[in-house]
């Protein structure tokens, strides 16, 4: 399943995915909070597992972006564990200091960090021709690049990133191979590049599409990861057949 398939509830999909995925876990907990009532002897780690399980399957029904399941899946487990066992307070300031600075870009731009596969990489050091610039908006920890590294020397690499621990993550396994900025993609100039790969999320991709169309050159490929631009036909589209099913949309300028 690709993660930008239709929701099949119209009221779903008119959500916020967080959203739905914090309605996922309502079953769950109704159903934990019947069985404590009508007082059956159950172990007590059955109910987050129970709701951690159920909350999964609704977001796998839902037809939730695939990571919105495996959060299902571990957050009431998680948060469970977290509280029997009483770990110190700081523990949860650090988790929350971490996702902040790992998902800075998410906040304006709703695109957290997921990776792209092995596979995306390699399809897109097929693609660059000799010598050629290829920039990631929004680098993530730099993966893509350093893979596209390996297989083409010759290239000239960049990547942009937002979120100050992916980005120094992605600097210091980049250094002297690819120029990694730290910043947001909105800023990038993209008319110098001859392929600009995004794997984000659908939230920008009808507004970064205006901007690829008005910088990238005649003849340079604009490659998103799985999200569609709205009402554009892409010129090529690609299955990866990795872990999240993921596809390359291809779309010469
Ligand atoms: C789905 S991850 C992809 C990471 C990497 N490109 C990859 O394919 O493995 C998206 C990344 O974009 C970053 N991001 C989101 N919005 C951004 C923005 N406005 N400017 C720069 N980076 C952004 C996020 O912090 C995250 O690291």
Not at 51 to 74: M, Y
Not at 105 to 133: D, F, I, M, N
Not at 204 to 223: D, H, I, Q, T, Y
Request: aromatic share 8%.
């Amino acid at each position: 399943m690709s993660s930008a398939d239709a929701l099949p509830s119209p009221l779903i999909a008119r959500l916020p995915p967080a959203l739905a995925a914090l309605l996922a876990h309502l079953p769950g907990l109704a159903l934990a909070a019947l069985l404590i009532a009508s007082g059956l002897d159950v172990a007590a780690v059955a109910y987050p597992v129970l709701v951690g399980l159920s909350a999964a399957a609704l977001a796998a029904f839902w037809k939730l972006p695939v990571w919105w399941r495996w959060i299902n899946l571990f957050f009431v487990p998680a948060l469970y564990l977290g509280l029997s066992a009483e770990l110190d307070s700081r523990w949860f300031l650090a988790g929350f200091l971490v996702l902040v600075l790992t998902s800075l870009g998410a906040v304006g731009t709703r695109v957290p960090l997921y990776l792209s596969s092995r596979r995306a990489a390699e399809e897109l050091a097929q693609r660059l021709p000799p010598g050629g610039s290829l920039c990631d908006l929004g680098c993530g920890l730099g993966g893509p690049l350093a893979r596209v590294r390996a297989l083409r020397p010759d290239a000239r690499l960049s990547g942009v990133e937002a979120a100050p621990l992916n980005w120094l993550v992605a600097r210091l396994r980049l250094a002297g191979r690819a120029e990694i900025r730290l910043g947001n993609l909105w800023d990038a100039d993209l008319s110098g590049h001859d392929l600009v790969y995004a794997y984000l999320s659908p939230a920008p991709m009808a507004k970064l599409w205006e901007k690829a169309r008005a910088e990238m050159k005649p003849g340079s490929l604009f490659v998103s990861n799985t999200f569609p631009v709205p009402d554009l036909s892409f010129d090529e589209e690609i299955e990866l057949r990795d872990l999240s099913h993921s596809r390359l949309l291809i779309r010469r300028m």
